[in-house]
C-alpha cells in the first residue's frame, strides 16, 4: 500500500569477498538495485586483509577460482600453481573492472547492525558510524575465517616494538631485517609467515601452544605452455570440482589400506608426500580420517617425515602432535616450515611446556625467561564460522537476536537461511559445505540469486525458513558429524577458540557430508519452488 516505507535497495550485500563480489554481480544481472557495503578499502575479504609475508593459496590456483566467469577463465593467467595473495588480490579486482561491479561498491563502511522491519518488511542496516540503509533482501558475504583474535594473554596492549595481526597485515611493506621477532601460533597461516621470516630476521622465536601436522605444498610456477594446458582442463577440472567430496582437484582416496602391505603403504605415502597439494590430506586410502589404527600409521609416516627434516631432535619432537592423528584439524600446506628450524636464528618455545605469563613492553615472559623481541607477530587465527555474525548485532522478526538463537550452536536451513531472519541469505555460512571455499561460495551465491529472481519474478516479498525445516537440517548435520574423528580435536572446524569466551567448547558448525550432496539437498529445495519456506 502506498502509505508503507519502502526500502532504498532491492539486495544489501555485507562483505566484498569472493561472495560479496559474485553476488553483487548476479544481483547487477537481474537489474536489482544493490549495494555492497565493505569494511575494506576495496574488493577481495581474505585476499584482501590477509598481505603477511608467504600469504597464498594453498589449493592450485585454477580450482580455487571462478568458473561461472567463462570469459575470466579464458584471460587470466595465473603464474604459480599456488598464487601469492597480491595475485590473487589482482584476481578479484580484474573480475570486478570485468563485470563493472565497483559501481554498487561502497567501501570503509563496517557493518554493525541489521534489524528487520517488519513495517514495510524489509532490513535496516546501519554502519560503524550509525548511518543507514535498507533494503528488501540481505545477503551476507562475511567469510568464515574473518573475525581475527589475539591471545588472551595478560600485557598484549603493553608491547611497545610493532605487532601485528597477520590477518591485519599493514599495506605498507614491514622489514624482518636485524630484528628481533616472535611468532605466536602454528597455524596455517603462522606456516607460511615463519620460513619468510626466518630468512631475514636476525632471530625469530616461534611460540607453540598445539603443534599441527603440515606436509609440503610443492609450489612451483607456471609457465605459458602450462596455462594453456590448464585452461584446456578447466571443464574437466570444473567437473572434478563438482563431484570429489570436499571439491578439491584432488580426488576422494578411495581404496582401503588394509589391502596393502606396509611396505607398499610406505611406498604409495613418499610418492604422495611428494605431490603438490591436499592429495596427501584428502586423497589417502580411505579410513586414513575414519579409523584410529589407519590414522595412526599415517601419522606416523607424516612423524618420520618431521623428524627427518628437522635436525635437533628435541625440536622434532615438539612439532610433531602427540595428542591427536594426522589430518584431523585443517592440514597446513608449508613450503621449507621444518627446514626454518634448522637455522641458527630460529629456535621453538613450547608453550604447554613453558606458557607466556605476559607480554612486556619489550619481550615476552615465560614461566622460565624472558625473551627480548623488537617485533611480536600474531598468527594466533579467528573467531572462525560464526565469528563475523557475533560481530554483527543482527534481529530478526519480534527482535529475535542471532546471538540468542545459535546460543548452543548455530540453527540453520540448509546452511543458507535461519527462521526469524527472514529475506537474509547467507554465503558460506555455518552448516554449509566447505572444503573448496570459492566453489562453496559459488555455489551459495548462485543458489541464493536464483531464489530472489524466483522471488522477485513472482511478486514474493518475504521468504523465512520454517521450524521445521531448521530441526531437521540442523539435525542432519549434526548426524553426519558424528563418528568423524576431527570433530574429537578442538581447531576453528569445531568452532573452538580459547581465546573467546563463548568458544570454549566443540559444536558441530559445518556440513561435514560430501559437498555434491549438499549442493543436491539444496536443489531439490529450489526445484520444488522453495515451498518449503515461508513465503509471502
Ligand atoms: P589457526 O589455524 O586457528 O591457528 C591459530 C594458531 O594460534 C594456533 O597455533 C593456536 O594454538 C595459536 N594460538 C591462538 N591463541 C593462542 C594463545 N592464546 N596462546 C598461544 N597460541 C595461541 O589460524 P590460522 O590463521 O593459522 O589459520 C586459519 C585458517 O585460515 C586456516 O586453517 C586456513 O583454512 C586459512 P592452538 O592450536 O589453539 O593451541
Redesign the pocket.
Known sequence: SLELPQPDYDVLIIGAGLSGCYACHRMQQLNLKVKVLEAGSSVGGTWYWNRYPGCRF?CESYSYNFFWCKEVLDEWTWSEHFAPQEETERYIQFICNKYDLWKSMQFDTRVKSAHWQSEGGFWRIADETKREYTARFLITGIGL?SDP?L???IGVEDFKGEAFH??RWPRQKVSFEGKNVGV????????QIIPEVAKAAKSLTV????P?WAIPLHNSPIDEEGMKEIRAAYPETLNKINTNRLSFLHGDGDESIWDYTPEEREAFWEYMYAQPGFGFWVSNYKETLKDREANALVSEFVAKKIRQRVHDAWTAEKLIPKTYGFGL??V?METNFYEAFNRPNVRLVD?LETP?TRVKEKSVQTSQENIELDMLIY????S?ITGAFDAIDFRGTNNHRLLDEWKDGPRTYLGLTVQHFPNMFMSIGPHQAYGNIPASIEYAVGWIAECIEFLHNHNISYIEAKEEGVRNWTEHVHELGQGLLSNEV???LTG????VAGKQKRIIARYSGAAPDFRRQCNVVADAKYVAFELR
Open positions: 594453498d575465517l583474535t591471545p588472551n594473554i597477520t590477518s605466536i601460533g602454528v597455524g596455517a597461516t603462522a606456516i611460540f607453540q601452544r598445539t599441527n584439524r585443517r597446513p608453550l607466556i598468527a594466533t587465527g579467528f572462525a578442538d581447531s576453528w573452538v577458540n580459547k581465546n
